[in-house]
């Protein structure tokens, strides 16, 4: 492995770095966000629960999976990201796993997104891009894309890392790094560190998590120099056995029912937990309440050896009488008796407009940012997820610590 001007040890106790950096999660905190939360919910006697555990002592949680880390506030997929997660009781950390030109796995969340999660455009390493930046003009927006196949991991290794933006007006380089959500912020962005996957199984380790690594859908046709599909899939779960990782701690992911076959098929201890990222909403006419819709039923999916689900979380819920509900894809899952997981809470920032994607399906109850505990309850009570990926933790930590979820 090519080594680090700073090394995964060193940022994690490097005092230049501050004590964010000093210290493991077990000292676990939930900051102000989940109490604005409740403070926003309806009058119910949900709120009142939830309410009544202010006083509660944090403590880690596997119900609460860190998606990229935190990227509410920091870089995500960076080693910040991650502590910050870490320390608000995430118990299972995400590493999306795409590759270097020369077939190194490194942490980002897709092969063609360095133009937006880091300074790449403003580096000589801009010559590289697949699309190089072309400057907005007109009612054309400016646009870029490079990718990490495009790079070897020791060039990887000299970006420096952002928070996912750009700036679509943007008529320069440096303009196009802006265009940050106005949810979102860069006060967290200095000093952030790229990481490899086996860094992130190291980092997560360190910090008493668990492991949950997407393989991410290359950009590049499979495969690469010699590189296949079912070459990256064993790369990754390799470095978890290389770094002795139990398979009960490693939940690996892939919205590619082949590399879950693939895993279940030629790695039977990490199989049995892998995990069936959910996109069927892709296909034209497709619904989570019409069984006739679905390319494969639950039934079917569990037929094939997959244990574990993970559909977005308007997939799993509708509304009824005014009341979110388990959608039917959600029942048929706990019919076909199937994990669930599920993405993304804290993705979608104030709630009081709908929420957007993440809610759509319960768009005409959602009007206040405390719908995201309602949301939370009937994920877990109702639906029965083992697990819930937030952008922000704290939310969901604080949740499952109130109700007595592991």
Request: aromatic residues 8%; contains cysteine.
């Amino acid at each position: 492995m090519i080594p680090r001007p700073l090394t995964l040890a060193a940022l994690l106790t490097a005092t230049a770095a501050g004590p964010a950096l000093a210290q493991t999660a077990d000292g676990v905190t939930y900051g102000p966000r989940p109490a604005y939360l409740i403070d926003a919910m309806d009058a119910s006697p949900l709120k009142d629960r939830l309410a009544a555990c202010a006083g509660q002592t944090p403590a880690r949680s596997k119900f609460s999976i860190g998606h990229r880390g935190a990227p509410l506030m920091f870089p995500e997929h960076t080693v910040e990201s991650n502590v910050a997660a870490a320390r608000m009781g995430a118990g299972i950390l995400e590493c999306d796993v795409t590759f270097t030109a020369d077939h190194e796995l490194v942490c980002r969340h897709a092969q063609n997104d360095l133009h937006t999660t880091t300074d790449i455009l403003t580096t000589d390493l801009a010559s590289t891009c697949t699309t190089p930046f072309t400057p907005a003009a007109g009612d054309t927006n400016a646009t870029a894309e490079c990718r990490t196949s495009e790079i070897t991991l020791a060039e990887f290794r000299t970006l420096t890392p952002k928070m996912d933006a750009s700036d679509g007006s943007a008529t320069t380089p440096e303009d196009y790094q802006g265009g940050i959500a106005s949810y979102r912020t860069d006060l967290f962005t200095a000093g952030a560190s790229t990481m490899t996957h086996a860094e992130s199984i190291a980092l997560f380790d360190s910090l008493g998590a668990d492991f949950t690594p997407e393989l991410k859908s290359p950009s590049v046709e499979m495969p690469h120099d010699g590189f296949s599909q079912e070459d990256y899939a064993q790369k990754l779960i390799d470095e978890y056995k290389a770094a002795g990782i139990d398979p009960s701690r490693v939940w690996a992911q892939s919205f590619n029912l082949d590399d879950v076959l693939y895993w279940i098929e030629n790695e039977p201890e990490f199989g049995a937990q892998a995990v069936y990222l959910m996109d069927e909403y892709d296909i034209e006419g497709y619904s989570p309440m019409d069984p006739a819709t679905w390319p494969n039923t639950m039934a079917e999916l569990k037929g094939m050896g997959v244990n574990w689900i993970a559909p977005p979380t308007w997939m799993l819920v509708t509304v009824e009488g005014g009341e979110i509900v388990p959608s039917a894809l959600a029942v048929a899952a706990k019919e076909a008796d199937l994990g669930i997981i599920t993405w993304t809470l804290e993705r979608s920032g104030p709630l009081g407009g709908g929420g957007g994607w993440y809610y759509q399906s319960i768009e005409e109850v959602t009007d206040n940012d405390g719908v995201t505990y309602e949301l939370l309850d009937v994920l877990a009570q109702d639906v029965g997820v083992a697990g819930v990926f937030a952008d922000w933790p704290a939310t969901v930590t604080y949740y499952a610590n109130c109700v007595g979820l592991d």
